[in-house]
């Protein structure tokens, strides 16, 4: 497994590997790997000659900086899980690497990104468009992969892919969670003892809440998950929104939508915990 934290090295990689007509399969990540990180590795050492994963916390999606400070870090961990799982490359630059100058291009998603994540979460969603076309720039991936606990920002990836015209098949995947159904996430290491125990009811609430759609509103379900969440010891809704899966729409009726997927971003102490499930 090769190491480098240098943009010109990482190149060089790509360039042999590629002369050699091997494909290149991308996981990026921002550390503190858990088994949802692990699962999109082993997905594309199945599909690609060469599987690469980038290791950078993105201070341009974070519009919050304490949220930013607190992020775990645990780079040598990450890097003996990655050397089992056979990973190939790793890229895990300093700031100063990738950011040498300020950040200043903008993108337009449509209205994708002004939604739930993007209206609690201002510039995130451009500040992960900047580093993941950036990498996809470095790695020049055949097929990138994340994960489906970050639904909203898998559409914004797609559709950066397509504005951009890039030539990468991004591959989203489902959310792998704990035995007590709880999406697994690095922020859940920030969760005291406690509050790990509380933090299922996210799930077990989004469970319930598709189980109503045959039987309540919209507007019935959102209430339902509002005062569930809400009624929960120290936790406290941020948003629930049902939307339509592919254009992220909020819909106020189930005809509006095909395929409706419910939304969900709550704060349990300090740590800010998102989900999403399909009403199938």
């Not at 994340?146 to 591959?171: C, H, P, S, T």
């Not at 998950?225 to 406290?236: A, D, L």
Request: aromatic share 8%; hydrophobic share 40%; glycine share 6%.
């Amino acid at each position: 497994m090769q190491v480098f934290e240098k943009i010109k090295e990482t190149r060089e990689f790509i360039r042999k590997n590629r002369a050699e007509g091997k494909s290149i399969g991308f996981v990026p990540t921002m550390g503190a790997l858990h088994e949802g990180h692990l699962s999109l590795m082993e997905c594309a050492t199945t599909g690609n000659d060469i599987v690469a994963v980038s290791v950078f916390v993105n201070p341009a999606q974070f519009n919050n900086p304490e949220d930013l400070k607190k992020y775990p870090r645990d780079l040598q961990g990450d890097l003996k899980k990655m050397e089992q799982l056979g990973v190939d490359l790793v890229f895990a630059p300093a700031v100063e690497e990738m950011y040498p100058e300020e950040v200043t291009r903008t993108y337009d998603f449509g209205g994708l990104d002004r939604v739930m994540e993007g209206q609690y979460r201002p510039g995130h969603f451009n500040g992960v468009a900047v580093v993941v076309h950036k990498l996809f720039e470095i790695i020049t991936p055949d097929k990138a992969y994340f994960g489906e606990k970050d639904y909203q920002q898998l559409a914004i990836i797609r559709k950066l892919a397509e504005i951009e015209n890039l030539k990468v098949k991004v591959i989203g995947s489902p959310i792998v969670r704990e035995t007590d159904g709880l999406a697994m996430s690095s922020r859940n290491s920030r969760l005291s003892k406690e509050e790990r125990a509380i933090a299922p009811v996210i799930y077990k609430t989004l469970k319930k809440a598709t189980s109503l759609r045959g039987t309540k509103t919209v507007e019935e379900v959102r209430r339902f998950v509002h005062e569930e969440i809400n009624n929960t010891e120290k936790m406290e809704l941020e948003y629930f929104e049902i939307a339509d899966s592919k254009t992220l729409t909020p819909i106020d009726s189930w005809e509006a939508s095909d395929k409706p997927r419910g939304f969900v971003a709550a704060y349990l102490g300090n740590v800010r915990l998102i989900d999403n499930m399909a009403f199938n």
